[in-house]
């Protein structure tokens, strides 16, 4: 019966139920977003049958006994008790909601806190803790860092995300116990799956042109499998060349001409052809005369205009309406 409930909704009538005491001590322990959406469920709760607040009251229940459990004996500990009590089905689906709520809440305040807190905060940790630490961050929080890092230690950490898919529970604990000033510390279960391929190309995807050329430079020397798997599934501004004809010239329409004056000028002809070929010849000619005219480019204002134009083409995909090809020309099917 609960089931028809989505999980906001659940919190809402648990909260509903404790009473305003102490609900309001379970609100200090929630972050401003979930401040917010508990609040809003609470105020548009409606009349719950019995029925229904004893099966939310019983997952409730169900639910902090599993991680009391998982925490006191671990996860094998943790099925037996939760088997013998709700049954080898339920104990699954419970242990289940906790991993998944665990894994959501870990490093938390690696996703609240300013970059620059969190630069300071493990700049001088191991390449393996700050690849940890940086999994659990958002993308351009983790791009930015990266982007800081010394030049050694920035390819040991890209390197060490891109091939991590999963990480001890204990390390996990290490790490917290290390930072425990700045975080709530948790209990993991099972293991949790963190950083990966798709993850590191997000991140460098964000990252500016400068630091995003020298990453793969430096790494295909060391991995040259890894580079082109990570590669694959990035989109770049050499990969506009791939993408289809009428796309570019959608995409162009949102193009500030000044970005891409300045964002041709540092283009190989190749390039360059790619864009004029999908421009009328005025604006061509246009482009090109303020290219000639163009002084005393710094190398980074390029990578920027490039990286604008990016965005604009990633945007375009994300809302629908252009395809972009990631890495290479995707199979099409006629």
């Known amino acids: 019966m609960a089931e028809r409930y989505s999980n906001q909704q659940k919190a809402a009538a648990v909260m509903i139920l404790l009473g305003s005491e102490r609900a309001a001590n379970v609100y200090k322990y929630l972050s401003d977003t979930e401040v917010e959406q508990l609040t809003y469920e609470i105020a548009r709760a409606s009349a719950l049958s019995a029925e229904d607040l004893d099966d939310i009251l019983t997952e409730f229940y169900g639910i902090c006994l599993a991680q009391q459990v998982v925490s006191e004996g671990g996860l094998n500990y943790a099925r037996d008790v939760l088997e013998k009590a709700f049954g080898a089905q339920?104990?699954?689906?419970?242990?289940?909601?906790?991993?998944k709520s665990l894994q959501t809440k870990a490093f938390d305040f690696v996703r609240r806190a300013d970059y620059k807190n969190l630069m300071a905060i493990i700049q001088n940790e191991h390449p393996q803790i700050i690849a940890l630490i940086l999994s659990y961050a958002r993308t351009e929080q983790a791009a930015t860092i990266i982007a800081e890092l010394p030049d050694a230690v920035k390819l040991d950490v890209v390197e060490r995300i891109a091939k991590m898919e999963r990480t001890s529970p204990d390390m996990v604990k290490l790490v917290e116990r290390t930072l425990e000033n700045k975080f709530t510390s948790?209990?993991?279960?099972?293991?949790?799956?963190?950083?990966?391929?798709?993850?590191?190309?997000?991140?460098?995807?964000?990252?500016?042109?400068?630091?995003?050329?020298?990453?793969?430079?430096?790494?295909?020397?060391?991995?040259?499998?890894l580079t082109d798997e990570i590669r694959k599934l990035m989109f770049v501004f050499e990969d506009i060349a791939g993408v289809d004809a009428m796309d570019i010239q959608r995409a162009m329409r949102d193009v500030d001409p000044k970005d891409l004056t300045l964002a041709l000028k540092g283009a190989t002809p190749e390039m360059q052809e790619v864009f004029y070929s999908n421009m009328s010849k005025r604006m061509a000619e246009s482009i090109q005369s303020d290219m000639e005219y163009l002084r005393g480019v710094r190398v980074r204002d390029v990578n920027e205009a490039q990286q604008k134009i990016v965005a604009i083409f990633r945007k375009l995909e994300e809302e629908g309406e252009i395809n972009i090809s990631k890495g290479g020309k995707d199979d099409m099917l006629v």
């Not at 339920?90 to 991993?99: F, H, M, R, Y």
């Not at 590191?200 to 995807?205: G, K, M, Q, Y």
């Open 90 to 99: 339920t104990a699954d689906q419970l242990l289940e909601k906790v991993s």
């Open 186 to 225: 948790i209990m993991s279960s099972g293991f949790t799956e963190l950083g990966g391929l798709e993850y590191i190309a997000e991140i460098i995807n964000t990252m500016d042109r400068g630091s995003e050329k020298y990453i793969f430079d430096e790494l295909r020397k060391k991995d040259p499998v």
